[in-house]
T-cell receptor, first 115, second 116 residues
Framework: GAVVSQHPSRVICKSGTSVKIECRSL??????MFWYRQFPKQSLMLMAT?????????EQGVEKDKFLINHASLTLSTLTVTSAHPEDSSFYIC???????????FGDGTRLSIL | AQKITQTQPGMFVQEKEAVTLDCTYD???????LFWYKQPSSGEMIFLIY??????QNATEGRYSLNFQKARKSANLVISASQLGDSAMYFC?????????????FGTGTSLTVIP
């Protein structure tokens, strides 16, 4: 099946640090990539949708200046959490879709802990 | 209204038995896709099965089958011959329309525990 590589898998850093998370589609071209946040024992919460070469579309309540998304190519999207604070600690997971009849293929997620 | 409803927060099943996880959806679109994902405690989201709104036959993938009742707007996942490794969270999802940029709506999930 289609593979999406996401790293790092775990990050622990100090408050105020910026953290970049990469999401790569390894064996397909991801026309669209999605970024989610998931709190313990809850469902996925969509943060933003990005198409290659376009600005990301953010969901209501998600700060664009805090969560910077770049989708520079059909195989790479990055999420940068700028000046992270403890409340940003969460599980972040990306996914990619190639064609319309495909499911979203997810990365393995990143557990972000801000001290 | 919720786009995807999963009414079973937690389910238990005996090993080797079959189990049905419920999912109902709400859409006025004619074209949509329904998906099931498994999320083990390690966190990754594993795609299990897909059903398109125009598919006349129920989707099957190995031990997974999707009981698609279009008139009832339900898309229940059936896992046959449960295994201990099936213990995980299961999410039902829907994409409306025919565009890769359309978001997936996820249900709240069902936690499945397989009992030896």
């Amino acid at each position: 099946g289609a593979v999406v590589s996401q790293h790092p898998s775990r990050v622990i850093c100090k408050s105020g640090t910026s953290v970049k998370i990469e999401c790569r589609s390894l064996d397909f071209q991801a026309t669209t990539m999605f970024w989610y946040r998931q709190f313990p024992k809850q469902s996925l919460m969509l943060m933003a949708t990005s198409n290659e070469g376009s600005k990301a579309t953010y969901e209501q309540g998600v700060e664009k200046d805090k969560f910077l998304i770049n989708h520079a190519s059909l195989t790479l999207s990055t999420l940068t959490v700028t000046s992270a604070h403890p409340e940003d600690s969460s599980f972040y997971i990306c996914s990619g879709v190639g064609t319309v009849n495909q499911p979203q293929h997810f990365g393995d997620g990143t557990r972000l802990s801000i001290l | 209204a919720q786009k995807i409803t999963q009414t079973q927060p937690g389910m238990f099943v005996q090993e080797k038995e079959a189990v049905t996880l419920d999912c109902t959806y709400d859409t006025s679109d004619q074209s949509y896709g329904l998906f099931w994902y498994k999320q083990p405690s390690s966190g990754e989201m594993i795609f299990l099965i897909y059903q398109g709104s125009y598919d006349e036959q129920n989707a099957t993938e190995g031990r997974y089958s999707l009981n698609f009742q279009k008139a009832r707007k339900s898309a229940n996942l059936v896992i046959s011959a449960s295994q201990l490794g099936d213990s995980a969270m299961y999410f039902c999802a829907m994409r409306e329309g025919w565009n890769t940029g359309n978001q997936f709506y996820f249900g709240t999930g069902t936690s499945l525990t397989v009992i030896p």
